[in-house]
């Protein structure tokens, strides 16, 4: 029986598991060490200054306000309900600022590469204006522009339903009725059934060579569903902002805070600029040999965009991207320095009663399970989309 | 037709009638929009609340009697600019030029009465000019000049000496700056006296100067086959990164303290420090891990081939190598992180943009000049910032970064 430590003779010191563990278990006492002497040292300061610690604040009445909420809350309302709400406004400023700031990214991206000289060198000017300069100092400028609005009763009125003023932005909006469920369940359906006969199509397309139009089709059975169920069941209704009483106070539709809508457009802005260089580096990866060869395999140019330059630029573009928009939802937290009432300025709040440690972790950990969903859809999109054979 | 300027012109900015309907409403609307900033910024704009305090922006409340600290850091700064000069020209003889103008008239100004010691009572007698803080500045085009001496040197005019150079004037500078009381006759500055842009550039310097080991050993981690360094890494390094500085901010602040022994109180600069480089070492070992993984495997292999041990094809080949694609990437970070210092406004430091919202909150007669502290500040931010980018597009070219 040979030794284990000892095959073909090598002294132990030299054989590579003997080197591999020694290196684990040696770097590990080292870390648990710094570790655990950092943990007892916390708990001793916990224990000694008579820090308050512990979870068990979470069911007492939070009685702070907060300003805006997605859902209603009252300050008599238990801090875990109050930190909901404010996660909720994380989620609202981020979700908008996405979806915003990918369209106005996009356009942008777009205009950079226009073979028109004066909008192309504009685009760089936004870019590398909005890029270089830090958000805070941006958000600070747009809150204040808010801040200097006419008051309600002065400020502005687009085509007599949008209101601009120091208290906000109001718009008109959708307002659920009676037969909401019933038309989202449809919308619901239309969009399965598209999508069901998109795959179908595509088939048929590829194997009998038939043209058959699977986008087209797809997006007909949705907006028939959608329209039909709309008329059928009329879900909701837009109602604009109305200017009400002695002061002015606009009632209906939606509003957008001054500070909500400071931190929107200066979230929006700043990751615009970063989408829009990532857009431009996607399309300019497509190499130009891609175009032309789908050119002369007899792909038409709409063709051409759709199955061959989209699908690789987006190949190049959606994994930055992704990072940008955890980015966004991760500076959604300077929202605490306009007061506008996110996770992080709510919690900073509540640490003058509640414990700090354990809110400070509450907040890590929500932040954590964005960044996770984020790098989810990334790793799906990355599986889907990957090349047959290669990495 | 695309000849000479018309030809220009017509390619490139009216080849079709929707392209000539953009070029004008384009041109229109730049127009209206530069006539407005020029009236803005020469008419309306009172620009008092800047120049009444340049120190303050500057320095912070920065005690006077020690000026002459910052002052050799910034003639130090002269010197490696200097080096640069002679060496790369570009964008180092821009800033060297600028910063002996600006020194220039920092210490010649006050000799013409023009004040800018910082705003003290406003009874109180106009300030005397300090001889010796202004043949300081005045000093800095004799440093300047022998930087771009120093570097006609054959043996000190090299890439290797400036960094070394560039790394120990940085360490002189910073206990220059803050101070130690270890160090006799430095006598430690107290955090809330230290402020304004020199807050933000020092926290930046630290932070991505002290980010860049840490980060390598993070990266080596999580490289490594050993299972309980990779995860230990891999947490770490994902965990800052999912998280926005703000909230390591706001933790250094509650946490940090308790995690030393009583006995030793840490001031809040060093917190921001710590916190700052550790949140960059997370982002750090994520560009030392993209550089490594683009070293071509050959190279590795070949190294094996020539005898060398695992460690030693690490440390000789992958990591040189890969430290080398990355260095673009340093630059852009470090971008990031000068912008990203203006959070420590959350742990109550006064950065060169809290002091602008300090002045015009805090100020009845700059109420209403946010505007022009706001877009000041913004102008000095993109002016250090967009220079980084332009020297990291310039080392890109250089380099050769993605094109071997």
């Known amino acids: 029986m040979q030794n284990v430590l000892n095959p073909g003779g090598i002294p132990f010191w030299r054989n590579v598991v003997f080197i591999q563990w020694a290196v684990q278990i040696v770097s ?240 929006v802005i700043y990751t615009s600029a970063f989408i829009a260089e990532i857009v431009r580096a996607g399309i300019q990866a497509v190499n130009r040999g891609q175009t032309e060869a789908a050119r002369s395999l007899g792909l038409n140019t709409i063709a051409s965009l759709r199955h ?57 950990v929500t932040y954590l399970a964005m960044s996770l969903f984020y790098s989810l859809i990334g790793n799906i999109y990355n599986r889907v989309t990957k090349y047959a054979g290669v990495g | 037709m695309t000849v000479g300027v018309p030809g220009w012109i017509r390619t490139n900015l009216f080849s079709s009638p929707l392209d000539g309907v953009i070029t004008i409403v384009l041109a229109v609307i730049i127009a209206i929009g530069a006539f407005n900033a020029v009236n803005w910024v020469f008419f309306t704009a009172s620009w008092e609340v800047i120049t009444s305090r340049v120190p303050l922006y500057v320095i912070g409340r920065y005690p006077q009697d020690l000026y002459w600290r910052p002052e050799t850091a910034l003639l130090l700064v002269s010197v490696l600019l200097g080096m640069g000069w002679r060496m790369w020209g570009g ?101 809330q006296d230290l402020g304004g842009l020199t807050l933000n550039l020092l926290l930046a310097a630290v932070g991505i100067v002290c980010s860049i080991p840490i980060g390598i050993a993070l990266a080596l981690g999580r490289r490594s086959q050993l299972p309980f360094l990779k995860y230990f890494c891999v947490g770490f390094i994902e965990i800052v990164r999912g998280v926005p500085l703000i909230t390591l901010l706001f933790m250094s602040r509650h946490i940090l303290p308790l995690t030393f022994p009583e006995t030793v109180s840490i001031d809040e600069l060093y917190l921001a420090m710590i916190t700052i480089t550790l949140f960059s070492s997370a982002y750090m070992a994520e560009n030392v891990r993209g550089g490594m993984a683009a070293v071509a495997t050959g190279q590795t292999e070949a190294a094996r081939a020539l005898g060398l041990r695992a460690w030693q094809t690490t440390i000789m080949i992958t990591l040189p190598q890969g430290l080398r694609n990355i260095i673009p990437a340093i630059v852009g970070q470090s971008i990031g992180l000068f912008k990203d210092t203006s959070l420590v406004f959350i742990i109550g430091m006064l950065d060169l943009v809290e002091m602008g919202r300090v002045t015009i909150q805090g100020n009845l007669d700059f109420v209403d000049d946010g505007h022009e502290v706001y877009i000041f500040i913004a102008v000095v931010f993109w002016v250090f910032t967009s220079s980084m980018s332009y020297v990291s597009r310039r080392i890109e070219t250089a380099l050769g970064v993605g094109r071997r």
């Open chain 2, 91 to 191: 964008l180092a003889r821009g800033f060297a030029i600028a910063i002996i103008i600006i020194t220039l008239l920092a210490g010649v100004l006050p000799y013409l009465g023009v004040d800018l010691s910082p705003p003290t009572d406003p009874d109180a007698p106009p300030n005397e000019p300090k001889h010796l803080v202004n043949a300081m500045f005045i000093l800095n085009f004799v440093a300047v000049a022998v930087g771009y001496g120093l570097a006609m040197i054959p043996s000190i005019g090299r890439a290797k000496t400036f960094f070394i150079t560039a790394v120990v004037f940085f360490i002189i500078s910073a206990f220059l700056i803050i101070g130690s009381s270890y160090i006799p006759g430095l006598d430690p500055v107290p955090t």
């Open chain 1, 308 to 364: 061959v330059v989209f699908p690789q630029a987006l190949r190049v573009v959606i994994p930055p991207m992704i990072s940008q928009f955890l980015n966004l939802t991760k500076n959604s937290s300077l929202a605490a320095a306009i007061g506008y009432p996110d996770i992080v300025s709510v919690a900073s709040t509540m640490t003058q009663i509640a414990p700090a440690i354990s809110l400070i972790g509450m907040v890590m």
């Open chain 1, 28 to 267: 590990a006492i080292f870390v648990l060490v710094i570790v655990s002497g950092f943990i007892f040292n916390v708990a001793n300061e916990i224990r000694e200054r008579e820090i308050p610690f512990g979870f068990s604040f979470l069911d007492d009445a939070a009685q702070i306000p907060i300003g805006e909420s997605v859902i209603a809350y009252d300050p008599s309302q238990s801090y875990l309900y109050g930190f909901i709400v404010a996660a909720l406004n994380t989620v609202k400023a981020s979700v908008l600022g996405v979806i915003l700031a990918t369209l106005l990214g996009i356009v942008i991206g777009v205009a950079r590469l226009s073979r028109n000289w004066l909008l192309s060198k504009l685009a760089l000017v936004y870019i590398d204006t909005f890029r270089n300069i830090p958000l805070l100092i941006q958000l600070l400028f747009w809150f204040l522009i808010v801040l200097e609005l006419p008051n309600v009763r002065e400020g502005y009125v687009f085509f007599d339903s949008f209101y601009l003023n120091n208290s906000g932005f109001y718009l008109p909006w959708a307002t659920p009725l009676g037969g909401f469920w019933p038309w989202m369940i449809l919308t619901f359906a239309g969009i399965a059934l598209g999508i069901g006969a998109y795959n179908y199509l595509q088939r048929r397309e590829i194997t009998t060579g038939k043209p058959s139009y699977p986008l087209i089709a797809a997006f007909v059975i949705f907006i028939l569903l959608t329209v039909v169920g709309f008329v059928i069941f009329t879900p909701w209704e837009v109602v604009a902002p109305e200017p009400q009483g002695r002061f002015g106070r606009l009632q209906g539709g939606a509003k957008l805070t001054g500070s909500f809508f400071a931190l929107l457009i200066g979230l």
